[in-house]
């Protein structure tokens, strides 16, 4: 077929085969044309869908990578200790401590805070604490247990709390009273829970107050900063035993017969 003779020199059957091959090609390309306006809209649906789980798929990263990975230089060493030691991967803990100790409180003296520094063993009370941080805010049960070098439990406390955000420092609203008569040698522990899920098992010692080289020193493990002072403030009075609650009792009304002696 020569297509140089142009429309009017070819044949009757000529022009009959150049029509049907020209109506075969618009039903193909029209076909085709009906199958993609098929099919673009579930094109377009899975490219949405894929975006949106690539956003979570980033979400959920950057959240890990928040809780772990490059963040994990400003946990404290003993923290990352205590976090392995619960069989736990911080790499991959949304909850995570990064903070992680114990608070040693002595007479009228400023409390003390212990992370690895043995704790003087004629202290009057110590409190547990802990820093956790988490990707977003969030609602759950904290529980703090404290372990002898027997195994025994001597505390347990659990509360519900509202984790921010970040770092959120937590410590319950009880304390531990150490008695005379209490065996505290060798090495106890300190259990931490989240949602009944251990977080971390953090050990402490003590240290002899009556040995001749024992020297108080209040702060070299830390200090308490405006946060942790506000909370303890705060449960000052949940604190209290049932004695010294009698006591306070005895000095109010020590104080009040002292001012009607004084109106007299």
Do not use: C
């Not at 000529?14 to 109506?23: G, I, K, P, S, W």
């Amino acid at each position: 077929m020569n297509f140089n003779r142009g429309w009017d020199g070819m044949s009757d059957n000529e022009r009959l085969m150049l029509a049907l091959f020209a109506l075969f090609v618009m039903a193909v390309v029209l076909q085709i044309s009906n199958m993609i306006l098929l099919v673009l809209p579930f094109v377009l649906w899975w490219l949405w869908r894929d975006g949106d789980d690539g956003e979570a798929d980033d979400t959920d990263a950057d959240s890990m990578r928040f809780a772990g990975g490059r963040n994990l230089e400003s946990v404290q060493p003993h923290a990352l200790a205590a976090v392995r030691e619960a069989g736990m991967d911080p790499e991959h803990l949304l909850v995570l401590p990064v903070d992680i100790g114990l608070i040693a409180f002595y007479d009228d003296d400023e409390p003390a805070l212990h992370h690895t520094r043995p704790i003087p063993d004629d202290s009057d009370y110590i409190q547990p604490f802990v820093q956790l941080r988490v990707p977003q805010a969030a609602v759950g049960s904290i529980r703090f247990e404290i372990h002898d070098h027997y195994r025994q439990q001597v505390f347990v406390h659990e509360d519900v709390y509202r984790l921010e955000r970040g770092r959120n420092l937590v410590t319950p609203s009880a304390k531990v009273p150490l008695h005379d008569e209490q065996n505290n040698d060798g090495v106890w522990e300190m259990r931490v829970y989240a949602d009944k899920r251990l977080l971390a098992r953090h050990v402490f010692g003590w240290e002899h107050a009556q040995a001749p080289d024992f020297e108080r020193k209040v702060g070299e493990d830390g200090e308490i900063n405006s946060e942790l002072r506000a909370i303890l403030a705060q449960s000052r009075l949940e604190n209290l035993s049932v004695d010294e609650l009698l006591a306070y009792q005895d000095e109010d009304d020590g104080r009040d017969d002292a001012a009607r002696s004084a109106r007299r």
